[in-house]
């Protein structure tokens, strides 16, 4: 014999746990769920504990700006690997077909890092230091990631080039992106697929490679032509889907 | 992209436009990519690999659609964690569905990643709150309860409420944990609430109470009589296989109280009166015989009772159907000389017909019209209840958890049947049979019932009287509620276990015309939900049994060495020969895709023809309830609405019931539509919204079943039953209505639409 009670403790449900989204209380909410990664990740580096610690710092004593800003470097792009639908994905799939060059060795070592389970430490770091990165920073942290060192410095290297080339967020966005599609061996020797696929039609034609591509970008006539074959590639990729 | 969305806040804000600018910076990085060297052909290779290898992350696995008993077969594709798309399976896989699937069997799988789904279970605390549990904890109480109830009042005070949801393995199972575990024989189902009476009907006739015909014979017939059924809406892949009979030219009469939308397809439709369908049936086979319209080759060979229906019908005259029931004398004639001009005629109903005080009667006059116009058991030729729930064929009647019948309808009276399931499942049962469904709710009023083991369905909103069921539920020495949500039901409950889909578990289904389809798992089981056999081996197994089932395939095997019917029907062959349609009794044997074309299922191998009178529905119009209110599905929803609530898109097409309503009669109580109706029974009151249409005739009204802000089962009465199947009295409750002054309001909140029954 039992009153009728319809509430159920939210953890016996599929609900997601809330949590709260505003101010320091969302930072600590987020800390507490992602801590341990930032913990694993600490293991590597004395800077990313300082980073860490200086984050902290920031939040003990934050106001809106500089939790916003807190906020983008430390937490949200190890979310958004999460939360990039898979919308990106198929664009971002064409885009690797175009990279014989500097942009497959990128992704070699993107591959390799989240391989490694480092990918989110490699966001983080990058994530946090946009603002402020300058060649001895990117240096230095790429020589304080243990056996990672040398392949960290490359990819540094590229992602300083491309800070001054003003498409670090480009990048960044992209990296984000690829860590949501969990690349395995089967999903990197998918793309090598593609990037094969796309030597062929490559042999007669000048490549353009990575940064030649993101010149073309700031042609408006090769824009305009554009979206007329994307939208066939995306129309395509959702039929056969 | 979520660019249309509404612009949140804080850090979930940043989220938003972290993804978008994420995603239009990836577009704009592929298109310069795209732009500088790439021939379009190239592209589309491109294109054809990205797909390819999308499709490869992809899990696309067959199964059978847990909607209506139809029996759609479709491919699944999901990340395993949500159903990202369905789509028919080849149609050498889908024998019934072809092409086809509805708009719930295609879109509606919401509810599967409902937030409100549970993951654990739940048990009270000290303050009568719900707490979370371990299945240890959960199950520890379960055992208790049962216990207590067995100790103090005896096995027979323990009832089980099996669901046609759930698998036809696991139904076995609680046919056997009622029996053999709980020692009672007090098990039913929602078959009760619907096909009962089509059961009861037609066993006694023709000897298995079931569809003689395969779905192919609606291809095959010239004329398709249909009545009390809403195909279109309640089985809209029937419903489509009737409409391309017609046009292919095949003939199609419809007979209902309401111009449902494949009235409109028909040759001829007639408006009756509900609850009067004995008569108007008799009169059609009164005209047929008295006119020599009959098969005599037939009835002579393969019939036995023919004088005694001739005698029963010769009552119902023309113009004494016209006065009971309102169809034209003229159209009872076309019919008759439709039905004896066609060479083959398919009889198709559903519940218009069986949830009737006597929907037992209508069924057997159904069968007595197919059988003396010689329209059973040959090609485009039968019988076919459309039946509701998904495995109610199989889980519901074949499996057997009912209180008169073991799996493969072998009765419980029967000492030699009883003899073998007691050596089998090493007990004791009696040979009297239990309560059912409908009979509990009144036995526990009575004292006979103190303990209530429900799986898998909802009888807060679904028993006929719906205040009464509450009571019921609420007075209960010891409930358990075993289901994917905290509906109606659960929240009477003392412990609460939660299940998993149809998506999330392996084993078979039976559709409306006994075929028996492979159900594989396509999603991973929901947090600590556990399958219906998992949770009732665990529960067993606590209460000294030694259930020791690896997997729903062994379940089969022991089921199947039980039940002759079954006796070929293997995971195995399923699985490599598609459905297989029972009688199927043992491996070599190809599965019966038509019954009776040889000899009826009866001692004699003769169809008993019962001679049926005149019958009225236990809850007649009244000068204080001048009309009729009949009760059905709507399209977009699926009964209580667990499964088919959590998806939005279906509830902007509907999202609350309603009551449609004559525009003579809405004139005459200055209702108009869209207005807010009271409907007021003898046992209740509802206020719903009017939509006003010719579909429904001047004494009738009709309103859905689906929510229960508006459960219009607060208007039936738990105690107007079929005599022998015990069917509720759903079509045909005497109302009265009335215009609701002022803002009443009778929609959900955050309704965004007009509610409508149909497309």
């Avoid at chain 1, 890092?113 to 966001?123: C, I, K, N, P, V």
């Avoid at chain 2, 009552?315 to 004494?320: A, H, N, P, Q, S």
């Avoid at chain 2, 078979?508 to 939900?529: I, P, Y």
């Avoid at chain 2, 997997?551 to 062959?573: A, C, F, K, Q, V």
Wanted: with cysteine; glycine share 8%; aromatic share 8%.
């Amino acid at each position: 014999m039992a009153q009728p009670v319809r509430e159920v403790p939210e953890s016996a449900t599929n609900r997601e746990p809330e949590r709260p989204q505003e101010g320091r209380e969302a930072l600590e909410s987020v800390l507490e769920e992602y801590g341990g990664d930032y913990a694993d990740a600490a293991e590597y580096t004395d800077e990313l504990e300082n980073v860490l610690e200086t984050a902290i710092l920031v939040i003990s004593s934050a106001d809106d700006e500089e939790v916003d800003y807190v906020t983008d470097s430390m937490v949200t792009l190890v979310k958004a690997g999460d939360a990039i639908s898979t919308e990106g994905t198929v664009a971002l799939a064409e885009s690797f077909g175009e990279n014989s060059e500097g942009f497959a060795d990128l992704l070699d070592e993107l591959v390799r890092l989240e391989q490694d389970g480092h990918l989110t430490m490699f966001l983080d770091l990058a994530g946090t230091l946009a603002e402020p990165l300058d060649e001895d920073d990117a240096e230095r942290l790429a020589n304080t990631v243990g056996e990672n060192a040398e392949s960290l410095a490359d990819v540094l290297d590229d992602l300083m080039e491309l800070k001054q080339a003003g498409q670090l967020d480009a990048l960044l966005d992209l990296a984000a992106t690829f860590s949501a599609l969990e690349a395995d061996e089967t999903t990197a020797n998918a793309l090598n697929d593609v990037l094969g696929a796309v030597g062929e039609a490559e042999e007669e034609s000048e490549p353009m490679g990575l940064f030649g591509a993101l010149g073309a970008l700031r042609s408006s006539e090769a824009r305009a032509g554009l979206g007329y074959v994307v939208e066939i590639l995306k129309g395509l990729g959702r039929r056969n889907t | 992209m979520s660019s249309n969305n509404e612009r949140k806040e804080g850090v979930a804000g940043f989220m938003q436009r972290a993804k978008e600018q994420a995603n239009r910076n990836v577009e704009h990085f592929a298109e310069g990519m795209a732009a500088g060297s790439m021939p379009e052909g190239k592209l589309f290779d491109i294109a054809q690999q990205i797909s390819d290898k999308r499709l490869g992350e992809l899990t696309v696995d067959s199964t059978t659609c847990g909607y209506c008993a139809v029996g759609c077969r479709f491919d699944v594709y999901t990340d395993g964690e949500e159903v990202l798309a369905t789509r028919a399976t080849d149609p050498e896989e889908s024998p019934v569905n072809d092409i086809s699937t509805c708009v719930k069997g295609k879109f509606s799988y919401s509810f599967a990643n409902s937030e409100e789904r549970l993951t654990d279970p739940l048990v009270r605390d000290e303050n009568g709150e719900w707490r979370e549990a371990t299945w240890d904890e959960a199950l520890s109480r379960v055992v208790e309860g049962f216990q207590d109830i067995i100790d103090e009042y005896g096995n027979e005070a323990m009832s089980v409420i099996a669901s046609s949801k759930a698998t036809n393995e696991e139904n076995y199972l609680m046919g056997k944990f009622a029996r053999q575990v709980l020692g009672t024989n007090t098990v039913d189902n929602c078959n009760r609430l619907c096909h009962s009476s089509t059961v009861a009907g037609l066993a006694k006739t023709y000897g298995y109470g079931a569809a003689s015909i395969s779905v192919k014979d609606f291809e095959e017939a010239d004329l398709i009589f249909l009545t009390g059924s809403n195909t279109t809406e309640a089985h809209p892949v029937l419903g489509t296989r009737v409409k391309q009979h017609v046009k292919e030219g095949g003939e199609l009469i419809v007979f209902d109280p309401r111009e449902t939308q494949i009235a409109e397809y028909a040759d001829q439709y007639t408006s009756i009166r509900p609850g009067y369908d004995t008569v108007w049936v008799n009169g059609v086979t009164r005209y047929i015989i008295e006119n020599d319209l009959y098969d005599e080759e037939f009835v002579e060979e393969r019939t036995d009772g023919f004088e005694e229906v001739k005698e029963a019908v010769s009552e119902f005259t023309l113009d004494y159907v016209e006065e009971v029931t309102g169809a034209p004398p003229e159209d009872i004639v076309s019919a008759a000389e439709a039905i004896a001009e066609a060479d083959r005629t398919v009889f198709g109903w559903t519940l218009g017909i069986t949830e009737h005080s006597h929907g037992t009667d209508n069924v057997a006059s159904l069968a007595n019209l197919a059988a003396i116009t010689g329209n059973v058991g040959k090609p485009g030729t039968g019988v076919s209840p459309f039946r509701g729930q998904n495995n109610v064929q199989g889980g519901g009647g074949d499996m057997g958890p009912l209180p008169d019948n073991f799996p493969g309808y072998q009765k419980v009276a029967d000492d030699e049947v009883r003899a073998k399931f007691e050596e089998a499942w090493d007990c004791e049962i009696p040979a009297e049979r239990g309560y059912y469904t409908t009979e509990m709710f009144n036995a526990f009023d009575d004292g006979d019932l103190e303990g209530m083991f429900c799986i898998g369905e909802n009888p807060s909103l679904s028993e006929p009287g719906k205040k009464h069921a509450d009571e019921v539920l609420a007075d209960m020495e010891f409930l358990v509620v075993q289901d994917l949500f905290m509906n109606e039901t659960a929240k009477y409950a003392d412990v609460v276990l939660p299940a998993v889909s149809f998506l999330e578990k392996e084993g078979t289904f039976a559709n409306t015309d006994r075929r028996v389809q492979k159900v594989n798992q396509v999603l991973e089981k929901k947090g600590n939900a556990k399958a219906d056999w998992e949770i009732l081996q665990a529960l067993a197994n606590r209460m000294g049994r030694e259930w020791d089932y690896a997997d729903t395939n062994e379940i089969n095997e022991e089921m199947r060495s039980l039940t002759p019917i079954y006796g070929g029907i293997s995971h195995e062959r399923v699985e490599e020969e598609g459905g297989i349609q029972w009688p199927c009794w043992d491996e070599d044997h190809p599965g019966t895709e038509r019954l009776y074309t040889e000899e009826f299922n009866t001692e004699n191998g003769k169809a008993n023809l019962t001679p049926v009178g005149y019958a009225e529905p236990m809850s007649p119009q009244t000068e204080e309830f001048p009309l009729t209110l009949t009760t059905g599905r709507v399209l977009y929803q699926y009964h209580t609405g667990t499964m088919t609530h959590p998806e939005e898109g279906i509830m902007k097409y509907n999202d609350r019931d309603f009551v449609e309503i004559n525009p003579d009669t809405a004139a005459s109580y200055g209702i108009e539509d869209g207005d807010p109706v009271r409907i007021e029974s003898d046992k209740g009151e509802i206020v719903v919204t009017a939509q006003v249409t010719e579909r429904i005739g001047e004494e009738a009204v009709f309103a859905p079943i689906h929510f229960a802000e508006t459960a219009v089962n607060t208007l039936t009465d738990s105690e107007r039953l079929d005599p022998e199947a015990k069917t509720p009295e759903f079509k045909a409750t005497a109302v009265r209505i009335s215009p609701v002054e002022g803002k009443q309001s009778t929609s959900r909140p955050g309704s965004v639409e007009p509610a409508r029954g149909d497309d």
